[in-house]
């Protein structure tokens, strides 16, 4: 007498026996039926081909999205733009930064903006943190001294009032113009800046201007930022002219076409050798550092594109895992099933066919749990783009590449597992308990 329970498999073995060559549908059928009678099982089995694929698409997403917006807000700042830096210092024997030896001077940036051919705005800057008081607000921010092309050099202009006068810089004024972070922290969200003053340092400045929102540029964020006349903070803050002029940390070189970057580089760096009586044939070596805005964008995003490599690789040996698991839990589904295999066997099902069945459920397994990790994966790149406020970016690639996986893992996990239960002998299984 046919026990109850073993009613399905007699119900799928007669599927399996009424052709040689099982459909498709009729093996799909019959596997998710399985799956479906051990629903917690199969939902552990899919938990580590869920986290592969969840991590591989909102990762790449990811870091496809945060590498389109250091892009765009560097190419906000020009891709057109040379940046000279002063050489480093040297204390106790150990070299310095960038721009710590006072080695620049404004008038290197003159000579540039009248000698180099290219070039269409030059701006010198002097940086420095200082303590900046409003009221009963006090915070250390980053200090810009600089001229009034630096606006269009930077491309960042003001939002709200002005920037300061070529006048202005040349009396050496007090007056500010903030970011709008730095606006923000010091005087509120108010958008009247008239009559607002600040002290940095213990000097009074008026407020003139609050410049338009560009976000962070790598380790510095312009939003931050105050902006003094360069004369001003010379005399007043910094205090550190060199014997040749006075004394600046960059030089920004506005090139009037993209194109010419490399020409203008070159011939930047050969005219500050010549004033600074720099002559590499005898051994010598420049105070100074010379780097453009294309490479500054090609560095970065090739980082990025390495540290989104890593990670999907990362997430790629969690999906071998999971594929692990599934062959894992289809070893000892054949185990469990070794009576049900016996029943269809000596009914008339075939080895193909049983071997069938068994690959079925575990590709169907991996490609559910496919399905998932690209919704979860989706889900996490819209939720993380919303709230850090960078571009959407969800390549087709990652997502046909995280299905593609899931499938073949499916395949490959199923293989070893299928084949033990095709080979099974009906007698010895139907004997099992």
């Not at 001077?105 to 903006?113: G, N, V």
């Not at 003053?197 to 380790?219: H, L, N, S």
């Not at 007043?236 to 203008?264: H, Y």
């Not at 930047?268 to 600074?276: A, C, E, F, G």
Request: aromatic share 4%; with cysteine; glycine share 8%.
């Amino acid at each position: 007498m046919t026990k109850l329970g073993d009613r399905k498999p007699l119900k799928q073995a007669s599927a399996l026996k009424r052709s040689s060559s099982v459909s498709v549908v009729e093996i799909l059928t019959m596997a998710i039926e399985a799956l479906w009678s051990n629903k917690l099982r199969t939902v552990l089995t899919m938990l580590g081909i869920i986290i592969g694929i969840t991590a591989v698409i909102a990762v790449t997403a990811i870091g496809q999205g945060t590498q389109k917006s250091t892009e765009q807000r560097l190419q906000s700042l020009g891709t057109d733009i040379l940046q000279v830096q002063s050489g480093a210092a040297r204390s106790g024997g150990v070299r310095q930064g960038a721009g710590s030896a006072t080695t620049l001077t404004l008038e290197d940036a003159q000579a540039i903006e009248q000698q180099v051919l290219g070039v269409e705005r030059v701006s010198a800057i002097l940086q420095q943190s200082a303590q900046v008081v409003h009221a009963q607000n006090n915070d250390s921010m980053t200090i810009i001294g600089t001229d009034v092309n630096y606006p269009d050099v930077r491309n960042t202009h003001p939002q709200i009032g002005r920037f300061f006068t070529q006048e202005e810089v040349a009396a050496a004024k007090p007056v500010a113009v903030m970011g709008p972070t730095a606006r923000d922290e010091l005087l509120g969200t108010r958008s009247n800046i008239e009559g607002a003053q600040i002290r940095i340092q213990g000097q009074t400045y008026d407020v003139i201007g609050v410049m338009e929102t560009k976000g962070a540029q790598g380790p510095q964020n312009p939003d931050e930022q105050i902006y003094i006349p360069l004369t001003n903070m010379s005399a007043r803050l910094v205090g550190n002219n060199s014997v040749k002029g006075l004394a600046v940390r960059s030089i920004f070189v506005k090139v009037k076409s993209q194109d010419l970057l490399d020409a203008t580089q070159y011939q930047t760096t050969n005219l500050l050798r010549v004033r600074h009586g720099i002559f590499p044939e005898k051994g010598d070596t420049d105070d100074f550092r010379t780097v453009n805005s294309a490479d500054i964008i090609n560095t970065l995003t090739s980082t990025s594109k390495l540290f989104t490599v890593m990670i999907v690789a990362v997430a790629t040996i969690s999906l071998i895992v999971g594929g692990i698991g599934i062959a894992n839990i289809m070893l000892v589904s054949v185990v469990e099933r070794t009576r049900e295999i016996g029943i269809r066997k000596a009914i008339g099902a075939t080895s193909v066919a049983i071997l069938s069945q068994f690959l079925a459920e575990a590709v169907v397994i991996a490609a559910m749990g496919g399905v998932v990790g690209i919704c979860l994966g989706v889900a996490i790149a819209v939720a993380a783009s919303n709230l850090f406020q960078f571009p959407l970016v969800i390549s087709l690639w990652s997502i046909l590449l995280g299905f593609g996986l899931t499938f073949v893992i499916g395949l490959v996990a199923g293989v070893i597992p299928a084949r033990n239960a095709a080979k099974l002998d009906p007698i010895t299984a139907l004997r099992s308990d």
